[in-house]
């Protein structure tokens, strides 16, 4: 099946700092989303980006699937941001939902 | 608007039981699907189901059984419930197809199971 995998596993950063995650995944998709888990295990949908650029307040992505891979930048850094992020994707051959998640980037802000 | 429904959120079980965990939406989404989330990995898809009457296995289906007799619900069965079923379980659910919005998973709250 399609592999995942995110780079940094961790981060830590001080609050204000700058951050890039990265997606990379193993065979072409039609879906892939970035989420969100707080520290009290909440998942909120962060990015729908099977393509291109997007962007939402401080956060942005960009998926190039052509090179199979996704970016997640995060800018100016608050203590709320912790967590850990995920990538997940649908390759074409198990339709748009069926979605395989990375291990995640498990990101620490402080103060 | 409830979104995604799971209940219970925590549950502890004995070997060999069995049980059921709950899942409902009021979003009127085709598409639900259950997760299970060990310690420190990503989530791996258990079942999944494109509309009522329809289910699939996903990654890992093995000890889970599901049905999907309404929109609304998806609940996933435990049969003979094992120490290697002690995780997270979240429902998760989207619409489907090509129109804004679709196909982005929104998720419940999870459920907590430790099976001794």
């Known amino acids: 099946g399609i592999q995942v995998e995110q780079s940094p596993p961790d981060l830590i950063l001080q609050e204000g700092a700058n951050s890039t995650l990265r997606c990379n995944f193993s065979?072409?998709?039609?879906?892939l989303q970035w989420f969100h888990q707080n520290p009290w295990g909440q998942l909120i949908n962060l990015f729908y980006i099977p393509s291109g650029t997007k962007q939402n307040g401080r956060l942005s992505a960009t998926t190039v699937a052509t090179e199979r891979y996704s970016l997640l930048y995060i800018s100016s850094s608050q203590t709320t941001d912790s967590g850990v992020y995920f990538c997940?994707?649908?390759?074409?051959?198990?339709?748009?939902?069926?979605?395989?998640f990375g291990a995640g980037t498990r990101l620490a802000v402080h103060p | 608007n409830a979104g995604v429904t799971q209940t219970p959120k925590f549950q502890v079980l004995k070997t060999g039981q069995s049980m059921t965990l709950q899942c409902a939406q009021d979003?009127?989404?085709?598409?639900m699907s259950w997760y299970r989330q060990d310690p420190g990995m990503g989530l791996r898809l258990i079942h999944y189901s494109v509309g009522a009457g329809i289910t699939d296995q996903g990654e890992v289906p093995n000890g889970y059984n599901v049905s999907r007799s309404t929109t609304e619900d998806f609940p996933l069965r435990l049969l003979s419930a094992a120490p290697s079923q002690t995780s997270v379980y979240f429902c998760?659910?989207?619409?489907?197809?090509?129109?804004?919005?679709?196909?982005?998973?929104?998720f419940g709250a999870g459920s907590r199971l430790t099976v001794l």
């Open positions: 065979d072409s998709v039609n879906n």
């Open positions: 979003m009127n989404h085709e598409y």
């Open positions: 997940a994707v649908a390759p074409f051959s198990g339709g748009y939902n069926k979605l395989i």
């Open positions: 998760a659910s989207s619409r489907q197809g090509q129109t804004p919005g679709a196909n982005v998973l929104t």
